[in-house]
């Protein structure tokens, strides 16, 4: 069996699926190294991976893109924190590798520094992607904005022109670091985002269709594993979770800080009259900082599995990890995006008709109760969304296609 040393971003959203993976090849024999955020270390601990935190000043530096409600702007703020990170990575990175000798490398797509040291070295590596990796594919709209496809030749003069405006803009603010950061590591330059991140000999994305757009093909290097999630454990699920006799909405904000601190009071005062129970999670405040409805519980996290198991609709903030696990469940979703790719989260929810969007800067008890009604009535959009996420084969399939491609090992 081999070793295995993982790589995240500071980023809960980010740890939780890739630890899903990890445990499945951890399941399968293998050792798993981990060096994610300090936060988190007991996490992975608890998953019995040998778990350290990773270089402080990656850490410090704080993505800030929720200054902005911008998706340009947006994109400009987290594509700069990255490249500053991606120093600290590569460094860290290479130590690390120094002191574990690993046989192979799994890398969160959002560490630059980290991709270019795995590319530079020897060691069989692979990218993971906890969201819609920015790839261009035919027919699907440059990444960013959340753009709606547009077929035929309408379509390719729109997504010609944002690409030329919108994501030069953004590549002239990543691409010098990272080709700063190759050069030191004796790699040549690259020329966008999309030739960077397809150096990866694999990259496991935590997606699938309907929820991704039928004509998505990134090809063969980039396979789909459907939503990965981690299994909180029975002993995760609260006991005041069996005394509610009512159907529960779950609402949800970000595990990184973000601007979405209306969505939880709005939705409590949208649904406070309906016939439902509403569980709304605060990862980023204190529970005590809202006032709860009386038929409402808030918490700073809770097991989303267990509630979703109950529950009728998610109210989301647009996460990919937060949107996807509640359509894993055939649950549908009222989106409520407010930056980072939570537009193009949005926009898939509508196209694959699984769910709802309200714009923030729409969002009321009104507007809100409104879009939540509508939502409900979609449940076999979401269910269509589970079963293709299902048909990927989830952590199974990725742990089968990280043995094959980077461990040359083969089933049977």
């Not at 601990?45 to 402080?56: E, S």
């Not at 920015?134 to 077929?151: D, H, I, N």
């Not at 609402?251 to 009071?265: H, I, N, R």
């Amino acid at each position: 069996m081999a070793t295995i040393l993982a790589y995240t971003s500071p980023g809960l959203g980010h740890l939780l699926p890739i630890s899903a993976l990890l445990a499945e090849l951890s399941h399968r024999g293998h050792t798993i190294h981990l060096r994610t955020l300090s936060t988190a270390v007991e996490i992975g601990q608890r998953l019995g991976f040998t778990t350290d935190a990773i270089d402080p000043r990656i850490e410090r530096i704080e993505l800030d893109d929720w200054k902005t409600t911008n998706p340009r702007a947006s994109l400009k703020l987290s594509v700069a924190v990255f490249g500053r990170r991606a120093v600290h990575e590569a460094t860290d990175l290479a130590e690390t590798v120094a002191r574990v000798h690993p046989d192979a490398l799994l890398v969160d797509v959002n560490c630059w520094g980290a991709l270019s040291v795995a590319e530079a070295g020897d060691i069989p590596w692979t990218c993971f992607s906890p969201y819609t990796p920015p790839l261009r594919s035919p027919g699907v709209p440059p990444f960013g904005l959340g753009l709606r496809p547009l077929p035929g030749m309408r379509g390719q003069i729109r997504n010609a022109a944002v690409q030329t405006v919108v994501m030069r803009s953004i590549e002239r603010v990543m691409l010098p670091p990272v080709n700063r950061i190759r050069a030191e590591v004796n790699l040549g330059p690259v020329a966008s985002l999309d030739e960077f991140l397809r150096r990866a000999p694999l990259m496991l994305v935590a997606s699938g269709k309907p929820f991704q757009y039928p004509q998505t093909d990134w090809g063969d290097a980039v396979q789909m594993i459907g939503h990965c999630p981690l299994d909180p454990g029975p002993d995760a699920i609260p006991g005041w979770l069996g005394s509610i006799d009512r159907p529960i909405i779950l609402v949800t904000t970000s595990t990184e800080k973000q601007a979405d601190t209306d969505l939880v009071p709005t939705a409590l005062a949208a649904l406070a009259n309906e016939p439902v129970h509403v569980v709304a999670t605060v990862p980023t405040r204190q529970p005590d900082e809202v006032t709860p409805s009386p038929n409402a519980t808030v918490c700073r996290f809770v097991a989303h599995p267990a509630v979703l198991d109950r529950a009728v609709c998610a109210v989301t903030h647009g996460g990919m990890g937060a949107t996807q696990q509640a359509l894993a469940h055939g649950v549908p979703v009222c989106v409520v995006p407010f930056g980072r790719d939570q537009f193009e989260v949005a926009q898939r929810v509508e196209v694959a008709q699984c769910g709802t969007r309200l714009h923030a800067n729409k969002l009321s008890p009104l507007q809100l109760r409104t879009k939540v009604r509508e939502a409900m009535t979609m449940t076999d959009g979401a269910k269509r969304v589970a079963a293709g996420f299902a048909a990927t084969g989830g952590v199974a399939r990725g742990a089968d296609l990280f043995e094959q491609r980077m461990l040359g090992l083969h089933a049977g």
